[in-house]
């Protein structure tokens, strides 16, 4: 057990400038271009989900499961008070969930704790995984879990390290898309039952405050993530 957890908070070495910029780079086009962000938007997804179900938690609403599909949307399935703070909170955190996530990785990989990091991510999987109420958000999460397991027990440091910074740009570029897709939802009439329109009913603020908030949060954890990982 000392031996393990002498592994886990192990510090690697700072990556090269270069590593950090074209890491970067490459977490931009995936949010950027259509095609691979089809693809891996489900993770964003993942970890919007778990922020509603962790906050439910925190809260002590009674959390009873959450279900991912294949159009990469998803909903935590909760119980309790209909209005009041443990509702508000567990709306909100949804889209704070992965710039959030993403600001802490960054923290983390500033620390040198890679390992510690991607540890992490595959206890947060199989904490999800256990919640899971439909066989596609099974799947996925099956999927994800044993991708990071591999990289655990297969993949060099290096790699592992170059894995885990292109996902912290990930999950912090990752963050804005879908506050945008949003609001485009949102001034069609498509998104009357989303994040912020339930806020918006909850509180007595506007929809499009809590949007503007969401990317506030999102382009701020950014900011501070990149000055976190500043490879100059």
């Known amino acids: 057990m000392d031996t393990f957890w002498a592994h886990l908070i192990k510090v690697q070495p700072d990556p090269d400038p270069w590593v ?4 970067a780079l490459v977490a931009l086009v ?12 489900g993770l964003i997804t993942i970890a919007h989900e778990g922020g509603h179900a962790l906050m439910a938690l925190l809260t002590r609403r009674k959390l009873e499961g959450i279900r991912l599909h294949s159009d990469t949307s998803g909903v935590t ?28 990785a960054a923290w983390l990989t500033e620390q040198g ?9 595959l206890l947060l999987l199989v904490c999800m995984l256990l919640l899971i109420r439909n066989l596609y958000g099974a799947l996925i999460l099956l999927v994800t879990g044993g991708a990071v397991f591999a990289l655990i027990m297969y993949a060099p440091a290096d790699i592992q390290q170059v894995v885990a910074l ?12 879908p ?10 009439r498509q998104a009357r039952d989303s994040d912020a329109d339930q806020l918006a009913r909850l509180t007595f603020l506007p929809g499009g405050f ?14 501070f993530g990149a000055y976190l990982m500043n490879p100059l």
């Open 20 to 23: 950090v910029v074209v890491s």
């Open 30 to 41: 995936i949010v950027g271009f259509r095609m691979p962000w089809q693809v891996s938007r």
């Open 77 to 104: 399935l909760t119980r309790g008070r209909p209005t009041g703070p443990g509702m508000v909170l567990t709306a909100l955190a949804g889209y704070l969930a992965p710039p959030l996530l993403g600001l802490g």
């Open 113 to 121: 704790r890679i390992t510690l990091l991607i540890w992490g991510v």
């Open 166 to 177: 292109v996902a912290v740009w990930f999950l912090l570029f990752g963050g804005i898309r």
């Open 179 to 188: 506050i945008f897709e949003l609001q485009y939802k949102r001034r069609r």
């Open 210 to 223: 809590y949007v503007f908030f969401f990317l506030l949060v999102s382009l701020t954890s950014v900011v």
